[in-house]
Structures are given as structure tokens and as C-alpha cells.
T-cell receptor, first 115, second 112 residues
Framework: GAVVSQHPSWVICKSGTSVKIECRSLDFQATTMFWYRQFPKQSLMLMATSNEGSKATYEQGVEKDKFLINHASLTLSTLTVTSAHPEDSSFYIC???????????FGDGTRLSIL | SQELEQSPQSLIVQEGKNLTINCTSSKTLYGLYWYKQKYGEGLIFLMMLQKGGEEKSHEKITAKLDEKKQQSSLHITASQPSHAGIYLCGADPTSGTYKYIFGTGTRLKVLA
């Protein structure tokens, strides 16, 4: 089945640091990748949608300059949390999809803790 | 905006019992997807339903989509502790859109 690899799985860093999370589709070409944030005991909150080679589309309320998304190839998207602060601590999950009639396949998530 | 209502919110069953989780939309869905999530992990894709009246099974899990394509159910037969987790339905609200709407999730606990 389709595999999406997300790295790292856990990050602990100091306030003010920038953190990069990678999301790779290993066995299919991901036309579209998604970045979600999940708070404890809540459902997924979509942050942004990215298409290969174009700018990401951010959901309302998500700061573009804070959460930088790059989708440089059909198999790789990155999310960079810039100048992270404790309120950015959360569980971030990516997913990838090859086209609209197929399911999204999810990475294992990244737990980000900002001290 | 379109939403997916999922019920029940949580469920505790004894091992060996059957159970059903429902996912309902106020509007016709283009595609319906079921996922399972364990706490602190990503989502595991279970099944995709796209046609009205469609039914799919994998091991002890069966998912159905009604004829109007507005309601789906996920049925687990003879539940086991390995079935425990959070079950989420996701849907394509309209043709051609790339992003899902998600249900609120059902937390399942199976007692050994």
C-alpha cells in the first residue's frame, strides 16, 4: 500500500528555534500534500494544502510566515515552523494524495515540544 | 459549510462484541474514507467508498455507504483489543476537491 514517511517523529527544542519537518511519499507521486495540526483529544485541523511546484494554500487563521511550506518535488514537502514558541507545541501530521479520487495517506506524525 | 457528524463519540465494548460507528453528512458526498488512529500516531487508511450502496470488508471490519451517499457505517465483528483506537471518517465534499472534511472521531476501547 501507499507509504508516507514523516521525519522527525519527535522534536524538543528551545523557544526561538526554527524546526523543519519532512514528509515524503515513498511509492507514489503526491500531486497534493496536506499539513495538519492535532491538539490532544481533538480531530485533525488542516493547516495548508500544497501542490508540487506552486505556493501552498493556507487555511484561515494559519500564519504563512510562521509555517513555511515547500513542495519542491512530487515526493517531498517540508513544513518549517519559524521562531517556534511554546504555543506552537503540538502534533503535526502530513498526508499525501496522488489525485482527487484516491485516499490521502498519512505520515506517522511529528510531536513538537518547544521549551 | 458541510460537516460530518460521527457517532458515538466514544465506545467501550467487551472483547468479542460487535459494534457500529456512524458517519453522517447533510449533503451528498463524493467519496468517503475510513481511518484508524492510535494515540500519538498517524492515521491508517482502512477503506474507501465512492458509490451509493457500496460495501467493503477487510478482515473483521465492514464499511457501507448508503444509496444517497450521505451516510456511512463502519461495523466491527467480534472486536479484539487490537481494534482499540480512534476511528475517523473523512470525505470529499465535492467532485474535484483535494481536501477532506473530517468527522469528529470515535474513541473505541475494547476490554479484554
Amino acid at each position: 500500500g501507499a507509504v508516507v514517511s514523516q521525519h522527525p517523529s519527535w522534536v524538543i527544542c528551545k523557544s526561538g528555534t526554527s524546526v523543519k519537518i519532512e514528509c515524503r511519499s515513498l511509492d507514489f507521486q503526491a500531486t497534493t500534500m496536506f499539513w495538519y495540526r492535532q491538539f490532544p483529544k481533538q480531530s485533525l485541523m488542516l493547516m495548508a494544502t500544497s501542490n508540487e511546484g506552486s505556493k501552498a494554500t493556507y487555511e484561515q487563521g494559519v500564519e504563512k510566515d510562521k509555517f513555511l511550506i515547500n513542495h519542491a518535488s512530487l515526493t517531498l514537502s517540508t513544513l518549517t515552523v519559524t521562531s517556534a514558541h511554546p504555543e506552537d507545541s503540538s502534533f503535526y501530521i502530513c498526508s499525501a494524495r496522488d489525485h482527487a479520487r484516491q485516499p490521502q495517506h498519512f505520515g506517522d506524525g511529528t510531536r513538537l515540544s518547544i521549551l | 459549510s458541510q460537516e460530518l457528524e460521527q457517532s458515538p463519540q466514544s465506545l467501550i465494548v467487551q472483547e468479542g462484541k460487535n459494534l457500529t460507528i456512524n458517519c453522517t453528512s447533510s449533503k451528498t458526498l463524493y467519496g468517503l474514507y475510513w481511518y484508524k488512529q492510535k494515540y500519538g500516531e498517524g492515521l491508517i487508511f482502512l477503506m474507501m467508498l465512492q458509490k451509493g450502496g457500496e460495501e467493503k470488508s477487510h478482515e473483521k471490519i465492514t464499511a457501507k455507504l448508503d444509496e444517497k451517499k450521505q451516510q456511512s457505517s463502519l461495523h466491527i465483528t467480534a472486536s479484539q483489543p487490537s481494534h482499540a483506537g480512534i476511528y475517523l471518517c473523512g470525505a470529499d465534499p465535492t467532485s474535484g476537491t483535494y481536501k477532506y472534511i473530517f468527522g469528529t472521531g470515535t474513541r473505541l476501547k475494547v476490554l479484554a
